[in-house]
C-alpha cells in the first residue's frame, strides 16, 4: 500500500467514524461529506477538485494561499479546521502545507494571500500553525522533479476548539480524533 492509499484510508474511516457516511465528488465538483443529512462542502473559485493547482499557489510563483469557501456548518460545530497535505511526500507522515486552526464555525470562506501571522486577521480567534516546512501559515508546494504530487485541502467541522497549534500531521490526527462533525476536501496535482 502507498502512502497515498494509506491516507485515504485514514480519512475515510475517520470520517465514517465520526459522521457515519463520507463521500467524495467526481473530479470537477467539490467533495462533499454528509452528516445527519447534512450536506457540507468545500470549494474554491481559483481551480476545480482533481485539477491541477495554479502555480501562483506553489512555490514556484507567488506562493499565497487559495481562496476556500464552504458550505454552512452542522449543528453542534464549535470551530473549523484547514489543512493542505501532500500525502506523496517520501516520510512517515503526510507533509503539512497549511493548517487553520479555530476559525469561528459562523465563517463560510478564506481570501487568498493569508499572511503567514499566528492570528488570522478578521476571524477572532482563528489561528494559523505551523507547516512542515517550518514556518507559520501557507507553504505551497515544492515537490521534487518527477511526477506530480496529488495535494489535498481539507476541512473539518469539529465540535470543540483545538487549544494548541497542531503542527504535525500524527499531532493533527490525535487532536481531532472522536471531534469531526463533518468533513470536505478537495483534491488538486502539482508536478515540476
Known amino acids: 500500500m502507498n502512502m497515498r492509499d494509506g491516507m485515504g484510508r485514514w480519512l475515510l474511516v475517520l470520517g465514517l467514524v465520526a459522521v457515519g457516511i463520507v463521500t467524495v465528488a467526481t473530479a470537477g465538483r467539490a467533495a462533499e461529506a454528509v452528516s445527519h443529512h447534512q450536506h457540507f462542502t468545500l470549494h474554491s473559485p481559483a481551480f476545480k477538485n482533481g485539477g491541477r493547482l495554479p502555480k501562483k499557489f506553489t512555490a514556484d510563483g507567488a506562493d499565497v494561499s487559495p481562496p476556500l469557501s464552504w458550505s454552512r456548518s452542522p449543528r453542534g460545530t464549535r470551530s473549523l479546521l484547514i489543512i493542505m497535505f501532500d500525502p ?11 493548517v487553520v486552526f479555530n476559525i469561528p464555525p459562523g465563517t463560510r470562506s478564506l481570501p487568498a ?13 482563528a489561528r494559523q500553525g505551523k507547516n512542515s516546512f517550518g514556518g507559520r501559515g501557507y507553504g505551497g508546494p515544492a515537490p521534487p522533479p518527477g511526477p506530480a504530487h496529488h495535494y489535498r485541502i ?4 469539529l465540535n470543540r476548539k483545538l487549544a494548541y497549534a497542531p503542527d504535525c500531521f500524527r499531532c493533527l490526527q490525535h487532536a481531532i480524533a472522536g ?11 502539482y508536478g515540476r
Open 179 to 189: 471531534h469531526i462533525l463533518a468533513h470536505a476536501e478537495i483534491r488538486v496535482t
Open 88 to 98: 506523496d511526500a517520501p516520510g512517515p507522515m503526510p507533509f503539512l502545507h497549511w
Open 113 to 125: 494571500h493569508l499572511p503567514p501571522h499566528k492570528s488570522v486577521a478578521g476571524l477572532h480567534g
Open 154 to 157: 481539507a476541512i473539518y467541522a
